[in-house]
């Protein structure tokens, strides 16, 4: 079902909000999972003519309504593919992420995540949304990701389900790299070092 356009209107809000300061002149815009186009109708209008917006979708039927849809929009360039193949030199100053992760294969998360910051530009902006219903935050990397970045989150309601909408200021995008890996590395030390059949069948060792 497609975001409502409460959730569509609130997400924009966020880029507006940050739109237009010095220095961030023309401004690039990467929307991951855009669907039918309910993200991308609200932010477009607010783009200048040498801004950029790229969009990166993996649904074929979805494709071809959006290609309908922006096709006469010079400011856009549509991509169909998986957003793990694709590559650009462009840096992005937001990032509008509507990739559905409860729905996503833990380590595929990871990799999307990874991949998302790589094309952040230093202070940049990650805007994306959860449904409320779901783990808050099912991975160890991704709190470590919104303990590390300025983060703000705001429910919407007015979506079916109500969403969590969540942006990450990305001052430095390769620190949020460094601390997805040294999670990862973390974790597998900590499950090498427990020592081994100290609880099998509740035979360990008392304390
Ligand atoms: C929950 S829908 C959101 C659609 C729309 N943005 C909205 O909010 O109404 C998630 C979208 O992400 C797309 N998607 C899922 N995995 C993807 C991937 N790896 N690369 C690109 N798009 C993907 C799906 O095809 C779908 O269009």
């Not at 193949?85 to 990871?110: G, Q």
């Not at 935050?137 to 989150?153: A, I, S």
């Amino acid at each position: 079902m497609p975001s409502s356009r409460y959730l569509a209107r609130d997400a924009v809000k966020m880029v507006v909000e940050n739109l237009r300061i010095p220095g961030r002149d023309p401004v690039s815009v990467l929307e991951l999972g855009p669907g039918t186009g309910t993200f991308t109708e609200h932010i477009l209008p607010h783009l200048k003519k040498e801004d950029s917006f790229d969009a990166v979708e993996l649904n074929d039927y979805f494709f071809k309504i959006l290609r309908r849809k922006f096709r006469v929009n010079s400011r856009v360039s549509l991509h169909h593919k998986d957003f793990l193949k694709f590559t650009t030199d462009n840096r992005y100053d937001f990032v509008v992420s509507s990739l559905p992760y409860e729905r996503i294969p833990k380590r595929i998360t990871r990799d999307l995540w990874e991949h998302k910051l790589e094309l952040c530009k230093p202070d940049s902006y990650i805007i994306y949304y959860k449904y409320v219903n779901f783990n808050h935050f099912r991975n160890r990397f991704e709190k470590q990701l919104v303990k590390n970045y300025t983060y703000d989150e705001k429910i919407v309601f007015l979506n079916m389900p109500p969403a969590r909408l969540i942006t990450l200021k990305i001052d430095d995008p390769g620190n949020g790299i460094e601390l997805m890996n040294n999670s990862i590395k973390g974790r597998k030390k900590r499950k090498r070092s427990r020592p081994s059949g100290s609880i099998v069948n509740g035979t360990g060792p008392s304390k």
